[in-house]
């Protein structure tokens, strides 16, 4: 009997060859294995597909030199990429869903996140995790779209446990220039620079290959002598080392140029065949696209490019939840695209609302959706973001729900919302933080996918049902929860550094409005989703954390990390500390009275629908462990 869906197994073909209609989508859909996951009711496919799309279509001609690229017989551009299907083996017990999850430099983001505890290639049910996808009827899909992805085997198809997943696309040609990256290394020994990692260059000797160094991201800038380093690939190696925590750039020329919009050109076309193709392996009559960081990056190049649309304008996606990637787009459909950079304050560009906006800077009007590409297939949308999208590296989430100079709230669209998880960093840290790490502070462990898990559903039921989903909680200038980076009331706390040191986005050398989430006496957030972690708090929680003095550049913030800062355990510890924030024992007298304050919390979340009732259970156990850890 199956743990999730109670239905039988079929007999199953190892290798299939399933041929697509002849016309511009997926031309082949090759299976290199499909077998079942344990006695969970569902299947893996694993399998490449292949592309052939029309470089002079409208939807194909906004690709980056896709007019430079080789052409077959019939005029069209051939690339293929890795595919991963998990599908109930009953269809009677699907729920018509595909879930499209955007992969995160080769790696899946939704099994991880949705399903806690599962694995990235599932072999029993046990790698299902607790199988919230799966009791749901969710099929999930993946194709590879990073061109500067390495697998492990080398072999397109292969489900190995971590093996990236890729896509093969041309070069253009008759391209001649220079590829740039910046890195800001943590030792002094040879850096690779990851940025990089697509290109090759022509020549590792070249003589016009340049290094250059800077304080911070808009420092100005040294040139390094050329007999100083040396080039390897993508690696390059300092004579005397490099300093910790300055900011270099290398630049140089590569050997060829991939045609990198091609990966959103893949993503758009598997979807599309899911959803249309009578022939598909894997079918669904509405699909959600996710993507996280990186892969929401992704996708709001995709909304913004309108990729939204098929070759045959149909719309491809009904509902998108763009996770973790603030107002910034991703560098793909871009000659020398680089979707690995984590740099943000190259691609923290206008537009970033979804409705039209006139931008004071480019003095241009648009808008992610609201434009001639995107307008006709817009998507339901949701937007999620942690502390760390508003504060780090010029990520200026802010800008998703403010007018582009910063002066005023702007009112969502019917079809969009946003939501703001209150106090998280990026990627949650382990519980208990462990010691250590690249901050001067620790890591910041609030959880946030309990949230998500709710959201999912909504937004579920929004596609699917029209039900509508729970209204956007975000900071406002209006009610004084969103303010300028002045405005900001943090405490003053013994060996924390004032946030208000940190550089605010920019784009093209000019800044951008700096708006943050006010805080309470705490230095906790007011505003959002606030879980009863982040609401009953045990500790000050931040998306901020600057670098550490063993790596230098202690000015500036780690990537991605915020910090959690615990309240002192006394009234009379905090008061030898010279800590302004209560103790412990002076908000929370007894473990009762605190169970019973989160308890209250936690009811309000489920009546608002931020929170599904199974999941009280699991957030409670955690709140308990809050109190062990913290006493």
């Not at 500390?577 to 979340?605: F, H, I, M, Q």
Request: charged content about 20%.
């Amino acid at each position: 009997m199956s743990k999730f869906l109670g239905c039988g197994l079929s007999c199953l073909c190892l290798l299939l060859a399933a041929a697509g209609p002849a016309r511009a989508d997926v031309v082949r859909f090759d299976v290199t294995s499909r077998a079942p996951v344990g006695n969970s009711g569902y299947e893996k496919i694993v399998g490449i597909a292949h592309f052939a799309v029309n470089p002079r279509a409208p939807g194909n001609a906004v690709i980056a030199d896709v007019d430079k690229a080789p052409v077959n017989l019939d005029g069209k551009v051939e690339f293929s990429s890795d595919v991963y299907i998990l599908r109930p083996l009953d269809a009677a017990k699907s729920n018509g869903v595909a879930l499209v999850d955007v992969l995160n430099r080769g790696r899946k983001i939704v099994l991880g996140g949705f399903n806690r505890g599962a694995t990235n290639d599932p072999v029993t049910d046990a790698d299902l995790g607790d199988g919230f996808l799966m009791q749901r009827g969710y099929t999930v899909v993946w194709v590879g779209w990073e061109f500067d992805i390495r697998r492990i085997s080398g072999r397109q198809g292969e489900a190995e446990r971590g093996a990236g997943m890729a896509i093969q696309i041309p070069s253009a040609r008759g391209v001649s220039d220079v590829i740039r990256a910046s890195f800001t290394p943590n030792d002094d020994g040879p850096q690779t620079v990851g940025d990089l990692a697509g290109y090759r260059p022509t020549d590792d000797n070249a003589r016009d290959t340049t290094l250059s160094v800077r304080d911070g991201e808009f420092g100005a800038k040294t040139l390094i002598a050329r007999e100083r380093f040396t080039v390897r690939g993508n690696q390059v190696t300092l004579t005397g080392g490099f300093e910790k925590g300055r900011t270099y750039e290398l630049t140089y020329r590569p050997t060829e140029w991939p045609v990198a919009g091609l990966g959103l050109a893949a993503y758009r076309d598997l979807a599309s065949w899911v959803k249309y193709a009578p022939d598909a392996v894997a079918k669904a009559g509405k699909l959600i696209g996710f993507g996280s960081s990186q892969s929401g990056r992704f996708l709001r190049s995709f909304l913004y490019d309108g990729f939204n649309a098929d070759e045959q304008g149909r719309q491809v996606l009904d509902g998108v939840m763009v996770h973790i990637a603030g107002a910034a787009r991703l560098s793909i459909n871009v000659r020398g695209a680089q979707p690995t950079a984590l740099s943000m304050y190259s691609t923290t560009q206008f537009p970033y609302a979804t409705s039209a906006e006139r931008d004071p800077l480019s003095r241009r009007t648009d808008g992610l959706l609201d434009n001639a590409r995107a307008r006709a297939t817009q998507p339901k949308v949701m937007f999620t973001n942690t502390a760390v999208e508003y504060w780090g590296g010029g990520r200026a989430a802010a800008l998703i729900h403010t007018t582009p100079d910063g002066k005023r709230d702007l009112v969502l669209p019917p079809n969009v919302r946003a939501y703001f998880l209150t106090g998280a960093q990026h990627s949650s840290a382990p519980f208990p933080v462990p010691a250590g790490g690249l901050g001067q502070q620790p890591a910041n462990p609030l959880e946030y996918w309990w949230t998500m898990r709710a959201l999912l559903v909504a937004m579920t039921d929004w596609v699917v049902k029209g039900s509508e989903p729970p209204a956007s909680q975000v900071p406002k200038l209006a009610d004084g929860t969103l303010v300028p980076i002045a405005r900001l009331k943090f405490p003053v706390l013994r060996g924390v550094q004032s946030p208000t040191i940190i550089q605010g986005p920019r784009h093209e050398g000019r800044d951008l409005p700096f708006l943050v989430p006010q805080v309470d006496a705490d230095g906790n957030e007011l505003s959002g989703i606030r879980t009863a972690e982040q609401r009953v708090p045990m500790a000050t929680y931040a998306g901020w954390n600057f670098r550490n003095a063993s790596i230098g550049g202690t000015n500036q913030l780690v990537s991605l990390l915020g910090m959690a800062l615990p309240f002192a355990k006394t009234k009379a510890e905090r008061e030898k500390a010279g800590d302004p924030r209560l103790s412990l024992e002076e908000r929370y007298p007894a473990k009762d009275a605190y169970l019973a304050k989160a308890s209250a919390v936690t009811d309000a979340l489920v009546a608002g629908r931020y929170l599904l009732a199974g999941d009280v259970a699991g957030v409670t156990s955690r709140i308990e462990a809050h109190w062990q850890s913290f006493h």
